[in-house]
């Protein structure tokens, strides 16, 4: 098997013509900005949307953990129990709202 | 507009003129371009990457404070973004691989046809952006930054925010992998 040196290596190296990007670039970039520019909110947030993937996985994983203690705590998935209400009776929840309020 | 300095440019694009902003991707479009493909072959991904770089800049000037030169902080980014890019494809090939799970012989034999079809139509050239690209990207950034680029030491390490030595062990083990896919290749010198 052939070995070479650095010396060879840098030169090939050196040889390696400058790539470009296809033409009209500068034209594409401003076109797509204005583009950006003009989205809703929404919309933007759609657009940078990996930006928001970690906060989403994040978001679902706790979800996923509160679902299963629920699971694990109650042996079902009611709303009431995912809220800890299981234990009270509507009156109990409307008798403590009016105190509250 | 061409006799402005960079920082005359940034004021303008910083007042929301538009010409300012072409005129500054006209003048660095080929250093980015330079990096962005070197970094992940002549695609369509790579020209997105290239899109990508500017609107990043544009969106957060009002942060670029001038320590280093503007080329310095965009190929900054447009290596970021590249690995990015180079992470994503790596996950999604993971998930075709988890989905079509090949025969690995077949998979080899493939690489041994693409490779085959390479050497019969090659140049030099063509030769060293193909081993590049397959080159572990951490060193390849290392080795587009050093020996194309021609960034020196201290500004590679500042560009990948990491250290001179760091960079140093990773262009030497760049050099010798590229070496050995060189010569996989069929390179035979000059």
Known sequence: ?101 | MKNLSDEQIIQLIKKNDQKAFKELIDRYEKKVAATVINMLGNTDEADDVGQEVFIRFYNNIFQFKGTSSLGTYLTRIAINLSLNELKRRKIKSMRFDFWNSSNPEEIKSNEIADTNRFENKSDAKNLVQKALLKVDSKLRSVIVLRMIEGYDTHETAEILEIPQGTVLSRLSRGQEKLKTILIQLGYEGS
């Open chain 1, 1 to 101: 098997m052939k070995n070479f040196t650095d010396q060879e290596l840098q030169k090939l190296m050196s040889q390696v013509t400058k790539p470009e990007f296809r033409p009209f670039f500068s034209t594409r970039v401003v076109g797509k900005l204005e583009r950006y520019q003009n989205l809703p909110i929404i919309g933007s947030l759609i657009v940078n949307r990996l930006y928001l993937k970690r906060y989403v996985y994040t978001a679902a994983f706790g979800l996923l953990l509160l679902l299963a203690f629920s699971f694990y705590q109650e042996g079902n998935l009611k709303l009431d129990n995912l809220l800890g209400l299981g234990n009270y009776s509507d009156d109990e929840i409307l008798n403590y709202i009016n105190s509250v309020i």
